[in-house]
């Protein structure tokens, strides 16, 4: 009798596990060309297919949340590769902004997907809207140096709507910059007329070291 129900608690645990289980095989496909995306590179037609069918059976699977956080990353690479103010790329925006917020409403403490959404709310210029998205993306991860080039382009371009503690949360982006970086995101604060608070951040970081 014993046997029987570890037998049946066990097949129950099985059963729990497979639609994750299969939801993940359905992600591994896709993954090559998500960090193809990440790294910034044009992709086929086909590979944007292949994330698109990827995710969407896993969340067919499981259900919608951080995956959906994958389709929406897809489509602003798309916008991007239209160009940001065309009409394909507001649409894209538009439906990468409904992924996110259901993306967000499952996991709330991820900043890479609150930064997806101040950029999608950028394309679709609202930028009051997008320096809340960003002020979360600082306030659930202070610390993220995956998202710190991109996060402080957008800090940049949204600095007059950020609230003070955000503007002092970009010290920990700048810290983690490479010499590179720090130089090119130099010469966008020269763009947008925001050299001093950019100056002002590398010294503040560089005494933080010494």
């Known amino acids: 009798m014993i046997r029987w129900l570890v037998l049946a608690a066990a097949l129950g645990i099985a059963l729990l596990a497979a639609p994750r289980l299969v939801a993940y095989l359905h992600l591994a496909i896709g993954q090559p060309a998500l960090a193809k995306i990440s790294a910034g590179e044009r992709l086929a037609r086909e590979a944007y297919q292949r994330i698109e069918r990827s995710r969407r ?9 951080s995956w959906s956080a994958d389709l929406a990353a897809l489509r602003l690479h798309r916008a991007y590769r239209f160009g940001l103010h065309t009409k394909a790329a507001r649409r894209l925006a538009r439906e990468a902004e409904a992924l996110l917020l259901d993306a967000l409403a499952s996991r709330p403490v991820n900043a ?25 993306a600082y306030r659930s991860e202070p610390y ?10 957008l800090a940049l371009l949204l600095y007059d709507r950020l609230p003070r503690t955000t503007r002092s949360a970009m ?12 130089e090119r995101l130099r010469e966008l604060a020269v763009a947008l007329g925001r050299a001093p608070v950019f100056d002002w951040l590398v010294t503040l970081a560089r005494n933080r070291r010494s």
């Open 144 to 153: 993220a140096p995956e998202i710190a080039v991109r996060r402080l382009e």
């Open 171 to 182: 010290l920990e982006d700048v810290r983690v910059l490479r010499a590179g970086e720090r």
């Open 57 to 65: 059976a896993a969340v067919a699977w499981i259900g919608p949340g």
């Open 112 to 136: 890479n997907a609150w930064y997806q959404l101040a950029y999608a709310r950028t394309i679709l210029d609202r930028p009051q809207a997008a320096a809340q998205a960003l002020a979360m």
